[in-house]
């Protein structure tokens, strides 16, 4: 095998490609800094938006795709376990239709099918009061193969899937209505 290409003037290690990369970055992250770029999930004056996530009890959702989207959910919104006093709670319900044939052979036997779900959600404050309504979609596709255990091992990942971008779906939209309402918040003050 060969090692990869060294400009003379790089210390060792370092690739012409992954050179170029960095340069590129670290031009560009004080053009970011200087038009008011933020990240998301940063740390604002009063407390950051991870922490407001922390805060948020993930109800439980009804069947085997809900649990695994609920685990999702709780490894990317409390991470550390869930709040012991909560201050929001997100209640998700799930739609799964039916799987579809994407894919037909010419002995007209399916050869993929289509997995798909939406997730309606609604965060409350401890109130009980809607703060937030929103849905997120996701798909996937999964071959059907001689093997009965393969197809159903690929069915399972193309929900795992969907499961896990629904989830970072509903993490993202959450985490921008967080970050407005702790920079409402701010700005009162």
């Known amino acids: 095998m060969r090692a990869p290409a060294r400009s003379a003037s790089l210390p060792p290690g370092m690739t012409t490609r992954r050179s170029a990369?960095?340069?590129?970055?670290?031009?560009?992250?004080?053009?970011?800094?200087?038009?008011?770029?933020?990240?998301l999930y940063g740390r604002g004056e009063d407390g950051s938006v991870a922490e407001e996530l922390a805060k948020i009890r993930v109800?439980?959702?009804?069947?085997?795709?809900?649990?695994?989207?609920?685990?999702?959910?709780?490894?990317g919104l409390t991470p550390r376990g869930e709040p012991q006093k909560p201050q929001y709670t997100l209640q998700v319900a799930l739609?799964?239709?039916?799987?579809?044939?994407?894919?037909?052979?010419?002995?007209?036997?399916?050869?993929?099918?289509?997995?798909?779900?939406?997730?309606?959600?609604?965060?409350r404050d401890a109130s009980g009061?809607?703060?937030?309504?929103g849905e997120a979609g996701g798909s996937s596709s999964y071959l059907v193969t001689n093997s009965e255990f393969a197809t159903v091992a690929a069915r399972t990942n193309a929900r795992d899937r969907v499961m896990e971008e629904l989830s970072s779906d509903i993490k993202a939209q959450v985490a921008t209505f967080l970050r407005q309402r702790l920079a409402q918040g701010r700005s009162r003050q």
Not at 23 to 30: D, N, S, W
């Open 21 to 39: 990369i960095l340069l590129l970055l670290g031009g560009a992250l004080p053009a970011l800094a200087g038009c008011g770029f933020s990240p």
């Open 95 to 123: 739609a799964e239709p039916n799987v579809q044939d994407l894919g037909i052979s010419r002995s007209e036997s399916v050869v993929r099918y289509g997995f798909s779900a939406v997730a309606r959600f609604r965060l």
């Open 129 to 133: 009061a809607d703060l937030l309504q």
């Open 59 to 75: 109800l439980p959702i009804a069947n085997r795709s809900g649990q695994v989207l609920r685990n999702h959910l709780l490894d």
